[in-house]
């Protein structure tokens, strides 16, 4: 029998927060869309005590996937262990740990462990895995590092989270279809001056598209986007405008007894390099949140409206 090549890997950070702050950062997983650049999206299935099953969607490579895990947090001992149930190929099986060690008071090293074999043991699945989880590995270390360190000095100001809501007569399926459907946004939507749209697995989508401002620049965003028929597509911007560091989102169809509610939810970290270049030498923060809530929301009102049409015609 072939012996399976199984590889231990180890990347660490040190970051300037407090323990605590950062092994919370990692236990609460509806923060790591916000957190770490390749995660999309992320629930629970089940919970009991301090082990949980989490389904995770993902980028890895460029590719997006998805996979449930289980996990077990120890917050005493400042660890969480993890392990992939039904692995993704080229990956047959992974698993790891979080571990954060305090330092000091404000500064803690954060270790980051993964064991992993691949199908089949194959050479070149092994190689796309270890550059994957290397990738991976540092780029979330890294924005685990920024967004602990952003927490703990209180920087809250550069994230932005708001939505928009529009009342619909109509069937939440026929609002799902139409967000769903991108791909005849160009003919639909008059803000979206380009689009492409693929769907390898079934619910899991890339979507590139530019679109223009009321002020005429034009914007080309890359997301991946996770969809749930007919109730909620959410999604994450992987090329971002440059007035942002951090771009998620969601479009919630809600049926009840007069029609659907439809939801626009937008969650953004803003990028302060780039504020003057984009917005002029006067520009701060509260001018970089006002521009950026006014061209998602324009954006994200109109689609609505669109849908909205667009259902109401169905009847």
């Known amino acids: 029998m072939k012996q ?23 236990a609460e997983v509806e923060n790591w869309p916000l957190i770490f650049p390749p995660t999309v999206y992320v629930d629970h299935v089940e919970r009991s005590g301090d082990s949980e099953r989490i389904r995770i969607w993902a980028t890895a490579n460029g590719a997006a996937k998805n996979w449930t895990s289980t996990r077990v947090l120890d917050p005493a001992g ?8 039904v692995s993704t190929p080229p990956v047959a099986a992974m698993g790891g740990a979080w571990l ?14 993964h064991d992993y074999r691949a199908v089949d043991n194959d050479q070149a699945n092994l190689s796309w895995i270890k550059e994957a989880v290397d990738h991976n590995s540092r780029s979330e270390l890294a924005a685990l590092k920024d967004s602990a360190e952003m927490v703990a000095g209180g920087a809250a100001a550069l994230m932005l989270s708001f ?19 991108a791909q005849h946004w160009k003919e639909r939507l008059p803000h979206v001056v380009r689009v492409s749209l693929t769907e390898d ?11 223009s401002t009321k002020d005429g620049s034009i914007h080309t965003t890359k997301s991946v986007r996770v969809c749930f028929p007919h109730s909620k597509i959410v999604y994450k911007q992987i090329t971002l405008p440059a007035l942002m560091t951090l771009h998620t989102g969601s479009w919630h169809f809600t049926d009840h007894g007069d029609g659907v509610t439809a939801t626009s939810q937008h969650t953004v970290v803003i ?3 780039n504020i003057t270049k984009i917005l002029g030498e006067d520009a701060g923060v509260p001018e ?3 521009f950026i809530r006014n061209a998602l929301g324009t954006n994200s009102r109109a689609t ?12």
């Open 271 to 273: 990028n302060p390099a």
């Open 288 to 290: 970089a949140r006002e």
């Open 163 to 181: 939505e928009d809501t529009v009342q619909i007569d109509g069937a939440a399926k026929d609002i799902y279809d139409f967000i769903n459907e």
């Open 304 to 315: 609505l409206g669109h849908a909205k049409e667009y259902a109401e015609g169905l009847r």
């Open 78 to 85: 400042l660890r969480i262990d993890f392990r992939q149930e």
């Open 201 to 211: 697995t079934p619910g899991l989508q890339i979507l590139e598209m530019d679109t």
């Open 100 to 113: 954060i060690e305090p330092i000091s008071e404000g500064e803690s090293r954060v270790r980051l462990l």
């Open 4 to 26: 399976l090549d199984y590889r231990e890997v180890e990347h660490q950070v040190t970051v300037s927060a407090p323990a605590a702050t950062v092994y919370r950062l990692i």
